[in-house]
């Protein structure tokens, strides 16, 4: 089961986790939050354990998209759980200075090792993190690193619909993650 954490908003119904999920509603399965639009770390953190914890933890991939990336991470370092694989796209730097305020308690970003396969998608023009930290977050977490040109926030608004591509990333994520 693959587990759809998004970010700010909580993707629109044309953003490409909204469209697997509708595409594929048997293998997708969304954390929604109660605030999509004040993220607040330990709301959102304890949401994904209340959601996930009735599941069988070792078959998961959670898929995050900006600040739920951040969640993910968070949810990890708190519980600790052995999963399938993360897919993290587009990760927020939630130290920016000019990082919105009414997003809050994701600082510090816990940077040590994941204890399961992952991938960090960043794009090379994102105005929510510079990929070059996107590479090093993927290097601190273990992560494998896929860079894609100017693909902007991955947001409908940069073109970012159904995104096979993504699901690529994600079958080879599940692929590595059952040859371990």
């Known amino acids: 089961m693959n587990i759809l954490i ?13 469209l697997w999920e509708l595409q594929r509603p048997e293998s997708f399965l969304r ?36 600040v739920g990336c951040a969640a993910v991470v968070h949810w990890l370092q708190k519980y600790r759980h052995a999963i399938k694989g993360v897919l993290l796209v587009a990760p927020s730097d ?26 960090v998608v960043a794009s090379s023009n994102d105005h929510v993190v510079d990929p070059i930290l996107a590479r090093y977050f993927a290097e601190c977490w273990g992560c494998e690193y896929v860079e894609v040109q100017n693909a902007g926030h991955f947001e409908p608004s940069a073109g970012f619909g159904e995104w096979p591509f993504g699901l690529t990333l994600l079958d080879r994520l599940i692929q590595t993650a059952s040859d371990d």
Do not use: M
């Not at 993220?39 to 959670?62: A, H």
């Not at 919105?100 to 992952?118: D, E, H, N, R, W």
């Open 31 to 66: 954390v929604s939050q109660e605030d999509w639009n004040k993220p607040d770390c330990t709301v959102w953190v304890d949401k994904i354990q209340t959601v996930l914890e009735s599941l069988p933890l070792e078959q998961l991939v959670l898929i995050g998209h900006s």
């Open 94 to 119: 939630v130290e920016r200075a000019d990082y919105p305020t009414y997003i809050t308690g994701f600082v510090p970003l816990p940077l040590s090792k994941l204890a399961c396969p992952g991938i």
């Open 6 to 18: 998004p970010g700010l908003g909580g993707s629109s119904e044309t953003h490409w986790q909204s």
